[in-house]
Nanobody
Framework: QVQLVESGGGVVQPGGSLRLSCAAS????????MGWYRQAPGKQREWVAA???????EYADSVKGRFTISRDDAKNTLYLQMNNLKPEDTAVYYC????????WGQGTQVTVSS
């Protein structure tokens, strides 16, 4: 029974930055590739970034060069550094496994607006 809790969202102007955190409890995710996902109103959830157990990263074209995913397995925590934010980044952001999905958390709201 893994619980995922996202935090760090907020309201930011275009060009601003935020760092999201995902804390996992119940078991370690050190054996799993992990990822960040987002869902905008009226749209399907989409994959944003992933990191393997060995630390290799991959990004969706829409965020490549602006977002950085990282993990601290000792703290059972996943991070997403978001720079140069754009209005189209506005969404609820979720963390989860990349291939094996745990129960979804509540997500954290990111709003990019002037």
């Amino acid at each position: 029974q893994v619980q995922l809790v996202e935090s760090g969202g907020g309201v930011v102007q275009p060009g601003g930055s935020l760092r999201l955190s995902c804390a996992a409890s119940g078991s370690s995710f050190s054996d799993y590739a992990m990822g960040w996902y987002r869902q905008a109103p009226g749209k399907q959830r989409e994959w944003v970034a992933a990191i393997t157990t060995g630390g290799v990263t991959e990004y969706a074209d829409s965020v490549k060069g602006r977002f950085t995913i990282s993990r601290d397995d000792a703290k059972n925590t996943l991070y997403l550094q978001m720079n140069n934010l754009k209005p189209e980044d506005t969404a609820v952001y979720y963390c989860n496994g990349r291939y094996v999905l745990f129960p979804w958390g509540q997500g954290t709201q990111v709003t990019v607006s002037s």
